[in-house]
């Protein structure tokens, strides 16, 4: 561990560290400008780092695929190797820098800083074994990864079914066959150490995780869309016009269900669209003012028994000479008032 950390003043001199560095930089700065969105920023280094793996990667997939998975028979230079890899600690880098600088918010902590950062120590310790070919021919698996970020700054070109299979075949399938061949082949690969294998066995997990929610994205979004039912206007009669108003509609009977889900939703669009007016002009002042004047009118006003017991119905009942009942009423209240007169 002390001479891994020793020798990783390496790549601080390292001319492909630096060029690499130099030209990271360089393109980030020349491409940005033509980005509008802070994240398709965040995407350039990715989608340029991912693309020069990729094809650094494809001479030996196809020396592993020719010689059945023998490692040993990988005969890439190690030197050509070894610049990929310091092109890719520079990538790892300059990422952090330009993501500090440009788009903070697009820097994660634990896919930003933790990842990047345990990636530069990987590379480097593949370097040092004498294992960068090993690297490289894993680096295949940034292939699902050029296929996201190239959809991310161009839309158009994005295919999230061409990432799965990508996906599925570069981080799962050869990831467990190279797992196997360094195991199996361990001797002859990397004098006897395990070093390789474990740290593809520990990466191993993280890729079945993203492969599980890349797979209940596909099962979510195929829900969403059996559930929806299009919107269709029907033939609607106008008041103000004698002629019928006819609009496109799909052809054939609604099934039930759909019918009552389109009702559900017209029913929940007119609430929102009554609650908004209602809050636009402020209505609930109006109801409130319109509470309190008949709150004071219903208080000025005699209470229903003593109306009843006027006009002479008992309880709500049948009348009973009203005539005479009313002229009695009269005669008190005149009597009342000439008593308080006198």
């Not at 033509?34 to 994240?39: A, E």
């Not at 040092?128 to 161009?154: D, N, R």
């Not at 002859?188 to 150490?193: E, K, P, Y």
Request: glycine share 6%.
């Amino acid at each position: 561990m002390i001479t891994f950390l020793s020798n990783i003043s390496r790549l601080a001199t390292s001319t492909a560290f630096w060029v690499s560095f130099v030209l990271s930089v360089v393109s980030y700065l020349v491409l940005a400008p033509h980005s509008t969105t802070i994240k398709q920023r965040a995407w350039i280094l990715t989608t340029l780092s991912s693309a020069v793996m990729s094809l650094f990667s494809l001479p030996l997939v196809a020396q592993f695929a020719v010689a059945r998975g023998q490692l040993k028979y990988l005969t890439i230079p190690l030197a050509i190797t070894d610049s990929a890899g310091r092109f890719f600690q520079a990538y790892l880098i300059t990422d952090l820098i330009m993501g500090m600088l440009f788009y903070r918010s697009k820097v994660n902590f634990l896919t930003g800083w933790i990842h990047h950062s345990v990636y530069i120590f990987i590379v480097e310790y593949a370097i040092q074994g004498h294992w960068s070919h090993i690297f490289c021919l894993a680096a295949v698996m940034e292939i699902p990864t050029f296929v996201l970020a190239l959809g991310s700054l161009m839309p158009r070109l994005r295919s999230d079914v061409f990432f799965a299979v990508c996906f599925f075949v570069t981080r799962i399938a050869l990831h467990v066959a190279l797992c196997v061949s360094l195991v199996a082949q361990r001797k002859d690969v990397t004098n006897g150490s395990f070093g390789p294998a474990i740290i593809m066995a520990c990466i191993f997990p993280l890729h079945v995780h993203w492969f599980s929610g890349c797979l209940k994205g596909f099962l979510k979004r195929g829900n969403t869309v059996e559930k929806s039912v299009p919107v269709t206007k029907q033939p609607v009669n106008t008041i103000s016009s004698p002629e019928r108003l006819i609009t496109p509609s799909i052809s054939g009977p609604i099934p039930l269900y759909a019918s009552r889900a389109l009702l559900a939703r017209r029913r929940t669009a007119l609430r929102m669209a009554v609650r908004a007016r209602w809050n636009q002009f402020k209505l609930w002042k109006a109801g409130g003012r319109l509470s309190e004047m008949q709150r004071r009118v219903r208080a000025a006003l005699p209470g229903r028994d003593r109306v009843y017991e006027y006009v002479g119905l008992e309880d709500g009942g049948a009348s009973t000479a009203p005539s005479v009942r009313g002229l009695e009423y009269v005669r008190e209240d005149a009597s009342l008032s000439s008593v308080s007169v006198s």
